[in-house]
């Protein structure tokens, strides 16, 4: 009979696994594809999406320090990551290093939530991939039908000559300054559709799928070139505002001040709460370079290279983050952004229409990336998992020649791809955002932990300063945590308490560790 639920996986045997090749996984990744990795996870929706509405919504300019904030809470929770990865270099991510230093229920529940993030991140950034590739079409005159384009329920509207959200075109209409019953009659002259199901977005997700079941070096190979076109893309923009904002200091500087704009009176909308939930949803924008991490086992040198993996992409993320938001802000109004392809958007209006195409075909090269990254994470994560015995033994299963666990890469992918499909895009980042942080979180607190328990362990990697790194990372996650909606909190409740029925009536009794 199991008993001892924080009972720990002795980290020698981690190190055994680790180097038992009995787990068929290939080591082909070095550093510049695990930089390129961590990339290729981390710069996607949140950029080239959800920034737009952030800075309407809530922060306007100073989306830049809600930048600053996710950006440096994510740094410190990345030195904690890279301690772990260096030392226990096996799949798994957080989840193997709170089995590790907390114990299995911690592990199991670091799991549970990690399914947050990577399953449904990769569902959140197929919605707006979807967007990108819908509006593209639009662009080259090809009409998908608008049903199968949103969300079920969601209403589209047939708004000059394009098929956009209902939601959006109010919002458009609203920054002209019309009256409501103007608004309305307008409304009521355009041809409305409700959505069915988001077709685009659940096949992404099935293509990705494919690309990953065929196997890791072909999907780190193709990760790369995308990884170079999204950079690419992202320095276009930069380059062509920067000078477009010193051919028009004067608008720039009206679009920045007030740089804060003053809070309505409602926590969350403008002045600093704005920022702090700004900083909250923007946060999505950094998720995936703990991804590296979950990559370990396919590293051919993990001690030395996971901790470059993870801090070089997050560092050349952030620098482009700031630079990025701080010129969509400065060209256009803060108001007018609140649209699913604001860098877009935003590059139109400086009459660079080749760039907007650039910046579309960019993004959905891009956003495929991340898909990609996410749902290997999230395939490796089950592999752990079903190794463990946590999960049952068909997760772990490995293709004999791909080499890929191919099984629960299928389920993970039908599953999300239905995801993709059926819910909204705030919806599914909020909650992405709200669960990773929580893992965030773990993984700081498993540092201190780890050091007063294995003192003297050699650490290829050791997060500096201890305990004050991992204590302000806790820190910043749980600020940018208490920052979001009631309704995402009372969804990670659910979520986390439907994980503990799984684990306490079946992973409890069949833990390979408990047996
Ligand atoms: N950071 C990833 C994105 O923004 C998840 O799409």
New binding site residues.
Partial sequence: MPSNLLGRKSLDILRAEASDEGHGLKRSLGPVNLVALGIG??I????FVLTGTAAANHAGPAIMISFVIAGIGSALAGLCYAEFAALIPIAGSAYTYGYATLGELFAWIIGWDLILEYAL?AST?AVGWAGNVVSLCQDLGITIPPQWTAAPGTELVLYKGRWDLLANVKGLLEAQKLMPDQIAAQLGTMQQVTATFNMVAFLSILLVTIVLVIGIRESAGLNTIVVFIKVGVVLVFVGIAISYVMGHMETAKANWTPFIPPNTGNFGDYGWSGIARAAGKVF?????FDAVSTAAQEAKNPQRDMPIGILGSLVICTFLYILVSGLLTAVVPFHALNDPAPVAVATDLMGVKWGSYLVKVGSIAG?GS?MLVMLLGQSRVFFSMSHDGLLPEWAGRIHHRFKTPYISSIVVGIVVAVMAGSFSISTLGDLVSIGTLLAFVIVCGGVILLRHREPNMPRPFKTPFVPLVPILGIAFAALMMGSLGRDTWIRLVVWLFIGMVIYFGYSRYHSKLQG
């Fill in positions: 996870a981390i996607g929706a949140g950029i991140g950034v999505f924008a950094y998720i995936g956003l991340v």
